[in-house]
């Protein structure tokens, strides 16, 4: 099982970034998946989810509004769609999978971790 995200990089605030994660050796349909967060100094956040088949979403408040997660299965790939973004943003961001069928709001529920990708805010 392996999870491979890309998209990071800087970006002025009001900027957008789309982030990817990308799953090998096993069929990501199967998986809930998550995009966390992690900033200096702080402790890793779970920022939005889907569930397997994609027809539901959850978002921690900070980002409603601004960000979108999405899934094409047929790409074994989920999508985090980043926009409007605020120099709060800044963090290296994860994405993670789990075995269960609905959204995943608790950390204990992901098992398979990608290596995570950098994606800062500032002017």
């Known amino acids: 099982v392996q999870l491979v995200e890309s998209g990071g990089g800087w970006v002025q605030p009001g900027g957008s970034l789309r982030l990817s994660c990308a799953a090998s050796m096993f069929t990501f349909s199967n998986y809930a998946v998550g995009w966390f967060r992690r900033a200096p100094g702080k402790e890793r956040m779970l920022v939005a989810a889907i569930s397997r088949s994609g027809s539901s979403t959850y978002y921690t408040d900070s980002v409603k509004g601004r960000f979108t997660i999405s899934r094409d299965n047929t790409q074994n790939t989920v999508y985090l769609q980043m926009n409007s973004l605020k120099p709060e943003d800044t963090a290296t961001y994860y994405c993670?999978?789990?075995?269960?069928?609905?959204?995943?709001?608790?950390?204990?529920?992901?098992?398979?971790w990608g290596q995570g990708t950098q994606v800062t805010v500032s002017s």
């Open positions: 993670a999978a789990s075995g269960r069928y609905a959204v995943q709001t608790t950390t204990g529920s992901y098992g398979y």
